[in-house]
Every structure is written in structure tokens, then in C-alpha cells.
């Protein structure tokens, strides 16, 4: 049998696939095999199959999930039952893990002893056992476990392959992938410095140098460091001339070193300084597939339900015309709508081999892109340059661009919509493209019925996020103070991931010194703050984009507290019936300026804690009554939102 984990959890026999069910099954059975043959206790199955909330009847269902296995792997394997839980023996079946491990231990060993063409070869086959992102159908609780460690184990494959490749001289044919994979992965040092080292001996050395101070800005703005030594050794060589290479008259010749395989203290050896290669000519745009997504979030975790909603959808269908496939994702600010987005979209790259479109329909004051402009700029990246004198029409900017998406497979990204008027335009007819939008509920009317509503964190995604960005040893080492941490930041991802950013950049505070600082209330948003991550100005220009008579009622309503409301509080609140004030808090629901929980046989609603904090802490007038009550108008109130941003 050949077991699969470099993707989703799959089973085959004689190349036809073991029909194994359900999320629970899959994750018994990837718990078992990276178990490598050792017993896995029935507690860890537990949690790895439920969490912190397993049923009464665990032991049964767990023997049952075993059961199932056993009928449908037996003989080639052998589930036993080993007190204190399950192991599994493989006997010759092949595991994909264990390949991709022997293959890649063999191509470092032979890059450490610069049998480069042996090393390329070994770690090439090594990443062509990965089928897409790893273990996409089992439970989220592995996948928080085991999903970072893959990831980093398939990038420094990654970073081996092309230091074997750049000694053996194919810069010109790896610097594309390389551009692709920093943009993938920015904070590593040591595939940017390879881009370097590509683009110079390409004759690139203006973009080298660019590429260089992209991050730069990239590691101070992230986690507020300076580039290490490897990134500016690579720096120093390519202002002193030292990255260029002679081209080997055969593969394995001997070749200088990279940086990253520089001597410890020094810059690479000078080599015999040759003219640049000239760099190949570069695809021209009706060609090349366009590439616009940004940069993937470094250590995405979390949303497994999502993610695996969102891979269904845009997986390969060869063959396939059954229309176009749209998601609507929603939530509030923060929440990680975007994040989501951008990493389903460098997941799915490969299902769509004509190009990935991206464009961010609002603009840094909180207006709205012009459709047109974005149409021409997608029309340029699929080569199809419109003529000036339709630049304006939007009509026929249209009628080009669907002309030009009919036939292709193209992944579009289309974020922070808020018009559905502008969001029209720009949606592909062709039955092979998808279309990923990020933006309020009422954008359904445009996209389809498949809506993915993005709920805060629960307490276990939450910590396991602030773990991926902060590093575990900071918070296994300070557990109660990194749970007080989470619970400040309210399960809003981009105030985890803030609070994990600041512990990196200060490696000399304590946990427990940052949780004290949020624990207070009056300056808990100003802690949550750092370099262009703002949870602030993130809900300031939330409620800049909101109208005028919702940021009243929401004022108004701070004065119920973090509690949950029903109707008839917000009715009382606002002066209002029943009836009225129901309308305008599910609107502010579907702008996801409150959270509504529909419990029966009353639904209710309430503030997300640090939307409540920033709206208690403007300097705005509260009247008794307005005109919302349909009494005379009071004098105008003091708006920030209107005065300052206006």
C-alpha cells in the first residue's frame, strides 16, 4: 500500500484509493503513521481527534475510528492495540513522509560534500512527493501540531535544492521560482539571498540591490530586526563583486560558494570575476502568467475548517466547465479575512495555471477603487493592453476583460469590497475561473450562496497563533501569562499576531511583562500596535467606511456593555421599537460591526470586546435621543470619523 501525508491523508492499494471517511478517520490515521511505528496513548489521540472537549464515549469511538481502519487496510497492515493506546506497522508499504525524509537527508549530505548534481537531483525528487498544502483533511488540532513543523521542513528543502542549483549554474533558470518563493516566504534570509545571488549573475544587479532592501524593510517592519549575517553577506559580496560565477563547463565543477555556504566569518571567496551572464529575455505579458497575490503570511495557523472549504473549491478540476466558483469571505476587521484569502490562493496556484489576479477594491483613505482602474491593470497583467480611448468606458473595459478570462483558468482575488456596483465588473465569466472576495454579507447578492463568515479565534487557535508567531519556547515557557495574552486580544488574529510580533522584536521582555501591559484596559488598543499592524487604525478605518446613522446607533448601544443584547435592550437603548432597532443591529451584523449569535428562542447580540474598547474611547458626544427615535433632530455631535478623516 502507499500512504500519502504530503497533502491530503490518502490511502491506495495497487494505485486505486482506499475509500477512507470522514475527517476523524483520516486524522486517526496520520496520528498513527508519524508516529513512525511508536505507540500513540489514547489521550493524544483524544486531543488530536477533539480537543480540550472530548466526548463521554472517547474510548469507544476511538476503537471504533480503529476498527474501520482495520477492515479496510487489512492484510497489508496492522493496527495493535498497545496499552496505554494504538500503534500502527506499515510492513512494505510505502509512506510518503518517511521518503520525502530519506531523500532529503540524502540530498543535504551530498550538498555538504559538493556532489551538487547528486544533491539537486535527490532533493527535486524529495519536493515532488508534495502534493499541495500537507494534511488538509484532518482534524484542526493536528493540523495546529503538525502543519508548521512540514512547512519549515518543505522550505529549507527548498533553500538546499537552490543552493545545489546555483552552484551548478542555473541561475537564469531558477531565478523565477526564486522571485515566486521570496515573495512566499519573506522573512527568510537565506532564499533572498539566493534571489540575490540569482539576479546578479543574471546581470540584475540594480533589482539584486532592490531585492535586498525589500528586506530589509521587510524584517524591521515584521519583527523590528536588522538582516543577519548571511543576508548581509550576501549584501557586502554584491557591492564588492563577489557574486558573479564562472560558468562550470559541466555539472559539478567546481564553483565558488554562495553565501549561504561562505565561510563562518567572512564574505565568499572572491572568484575570477567574468562579464555577467546576460539574462534571458524575460517572457513578455502575453505570455507570462500574471502573479499579483501578496506575500502568504508567514506561519498561517488556524481557520482548518476554512481552509479545507476553500481547497475543495478551488482544487484542479482537468476537464471540468461547470461554471465559475466564487466565495464570499466575511468577518470583521481583523478577524484574518485577507490572511485567509492570500493563503488559499498561493495553495491553489498550481490548479490555475493562467495566472492568479489580485486587487485591493479599497484605497488607504477608505474609498473605493474605481473599477475601471482596476480593470485596466488586470488587462495589462493578462497582456491585453486596452487602448486610451476606452480607458474610461466601462462598458467596453468590461466586455475585454471577459473575452480575455472566457477560456482561461484564473484564480482572481478581489479584497475589502464594499460596492456591489463596483464588484460586477470585475468578476470573470469563463466556466474555468474562480473568484475569492473578501467583504460584508450583503456582497452574496453578487458572488453566489457559498459565504465563509469569519468568527474570533477560539481559545486553542488563538494560542496556537500567538505560539507560531511569538516561537514556542517563549510561551510553552510562560503558559498562564501567554492565556492571559490571548485573552486580551479576544481572538482577533491581527491583535494575536501583534502581541507575537512584539515578543520576537523584544526578546528581553517576559511574557507575563507584555500580558500585564494589555491586561489595562485604557491602553490595551495603544499596546496592540506595532510597525504598520494597528488593531486601532484597523477599526478606525473600518467605522470611516460606515455611515453616519450606524456609528450613532453603535455609540448609542456601547452603553450595554460587553454583555449580550436582545432587540428589546437595543430598543430601549435607542429609544426605539422593537421592530426598528432589530433592522438596524442586524445591519450592523452584516457589516460585522456586532456579532449576532442566533441562540433560540431569542437571538442576541453583542460588541467584540476591542471594537467596544475603541468605540468607548472616542471623543464622541452620546445625546439621550436623537432623530433616530423620530423626535426633532438635537445638535450635531462630534463624529471623528467625519472631522478628521473627511
Not at 489521550?43 to 480540550?52: E, H, M, Q, T, Y
Not at 541561475?171 to 537565506?190: K, S, Y
Not at 477594491?361 to 488587462?379: C, K, S
Request: charged share 25%.
Amino acid at each position: 500500500m502507499d500512504f500519502q501525508l504530503l497533502g491530503p491523508v490518502e490511502a491506495t492499494r495497487d494505485g486505486r484509493r482506499v475509500a477512507l471517511s470522514g475527517t476523524k478517520t483520516h486524522t486517526l490515521l496520520a496520528a498513527l503513521l508519524l508516529a513512525r511505528g511508536q505507540v500513540v496513548p489514547d489521550a493524544r489521540l483524544s486531543r488530536l481527534l477533539w480537543g480540550a472537549d472530548p466526548p463521554a464515549t472517547m474510548s469507544a469511538q476511538i476503537y471504533t475510528y480503529v476498527s474501520r481502519l482495520r477492515k479496510l487496510l487489512d492484510p497489508e497492515v496492522t493496527l495493535e492495540r498497545r496499552a496505554p493506546g494504538y500503534a500502527i506497522r506499515t510492513g512494505e508499504s510505502r509512506v510518503d513522509v518517511l521518503e520525502y525524509e530519506r531523500l532529503d537527508r540524502l540530498g543535504r549530505q551530498a550538498l555538504q560534500e559538493h556532489r551538487h548534481a547528486e544533491a539537486a537531483t535527490l532533493l527535486r525528487e524529495a519536493l515532488d512527493l508534495w502534493r499541495g498544502p500537507v494534511l488538509v483533511n484532518v482534524t484542526e488540532f493536528l493540523a495546529e501540531e503538525e502543519v508548521p513543523h512540514w512547512e519549515e521542513e518543505r522550505a529549507a528543502t527548498l533553500e538546499n535544492r537552490m543552493e545545489a542549483d546555483l552552484a551548478l549554474g542555473r541561475h537564469q533558470r531558477i531565478v523565477v521560482e526564486l522571485t515566486r518563493l521570496v515573495a512566499d516566504f519573506p522573512l527568510r534570509e537565506r532564499m533572498r539571498a539566493q534571489l540575490m545571488t540569482a539576479l546578479y549573475r543574471c546581470g540584475r544587479q540594480a533589482e539584486a540591490l532592490q531585492v535586498f532592501d525589500e528586506g530589509r524593510a521587510v524584517l524591521a517592519d515584521e519583527l523590528g530586526v536588522d538582516p543577519g549575517h548571511g543576508l548581509r553577506a550576501a549584501h557586502q559580496a554584491l557591492l564588492c563583486a563577489t557574486l558573479d560565477l564562472a560558468p562550470p563547463s559541466a555539472e559539478g565543477a567546481p564553483v565558488s560558494p554562495s553565501p549561504s555556504t561562505a565561510p563562518p566569518g567572512g564574505a565568499p571567496a572572491r572568484a575570477p570575476r567574468p562579464r555577467p551572464a546576460s539574462p534571458s529575455p524575460s517572457p513578455g505579458p502575453a505570455t507570462a502568467a500574471p502573479f499579483m497575490p501578496p506575500p502568504d503570511t508567514p506561519c498561517f495557523t488556524g481557520r482548518a475548517r476554512e481552509r479545507a472549504v476553500l481547497g475543495r473549491l478551488l482544487a484542479a478540476r482537468p476537464g471540468v466547465a461547470a461554471g465559475p466558483r466564487r466565495c464570499l469571505i466575511t468577518g470583521m476587521a481583523g478577524v484574518g479575512k485577507t490572511a485567509l484569502a492570500v493563503h488559499a490562493v498561493h495553495a491553489a496556484r498550481d490548479a490555475f495555471p493562467d495566472g492568479l489576479l489580485y486587487a485591493d477594491l479599497t484605497g488607504p483613505y477608505g474609498i473605493p477603487e474605481d473599477p475601471r482602474e482596476v480593470l485596466v491593470r488586470f488587462l495589462r497583467a493578462l497582456g491585453a493592453e486596452p487602448p486610451r480611448s476606452v480607458a474610461g468606458d466601462l462598458d467596453e473595459l468590461v466586455r475585454i476583460y471577459r473575452t480575455r478570462t472566457a477560456e482561461r483558468r484564473l484564480l482572481v482575488l478581489l479584497d475589502n469590497a464594499s460596492e456591489r456596483a463596483a464588484l460586477a465588473p470585475l468578476l470573470p465569466a469563463g466556466p474555468h475561473c474562480a473568484v475569492l472576495v473578501t467583504g460584508h454579507v450583503h456582497l452574496a447578492a453578487e458572488t453566489g450562496p457559498t459565504v465563509l463568515a469569519l468568527s474570533p479565534m477560539n481559545r486553542a487557535e488563538s494560542l496556537a497563533l500567538l505560539t507560531a508567531t511569538a516561537g514556542r519556547a517563549r510561551t510553552a515557557a510562560e503558559p498562564a501569562a501567554a492565556e492571559r495574552i490571548v485573552e486580551c486580544c479576544a481572538g482577533l488574529p491581527l491583535a494575536l499576531r501583534i502581541a507575537g510580533a512584539r515578543l520576537v522584536a523584544r526578546p528581553h521582555w517576559s511574557v507575563a511583562r507584555l500580558a500585564q501591559r494589555l491586561a489595562a484596559e485604557p491602553t490595551r488598543l495603544a499596546e496592540l500596535s506595532f510597525g504598520r499592524l494597528d488593531v486601532a487604525g484597523t477599526l478606525t478605518r473600518l467605522l470611516r467606511r460606515t455611515d453616519t446613522e450606524s456609528r450613532e446607533v453603535l455609540t448609542r448601544l456601547t452603553a450595554l456593555g460587553p454583555r449580550p443584547f436582545t432587540a428589546d435592550s437595543a430598543a430601549a437603548a435607542l429609544g426605539l421599537s422593537v421592530d426598528r432597532a432589530e433592522d438596524l443591529v442586524e445591519r450592523l451584523a452584516d457589516s460585522c460591526l456586532l456579532e449576532a449569535h442566533p441562540a433560540p428562542p431569542v437571538s442576541s447580540f453583542r460588541f467584540h470586546p476591542l471594537l467596544l474598547l475603541h468605540l468607548q474611547s472616542l471623543p464622541i458626544q452620546r445625546p439621550a435621543r436623537t432623530s433616530l427615535s423620530g423626535t426633532p433632530p438635537v445638535p450635531p455631535v462630534s463624529d471623528p470619523y467625519k472631522t478628521r478623516f473627511s
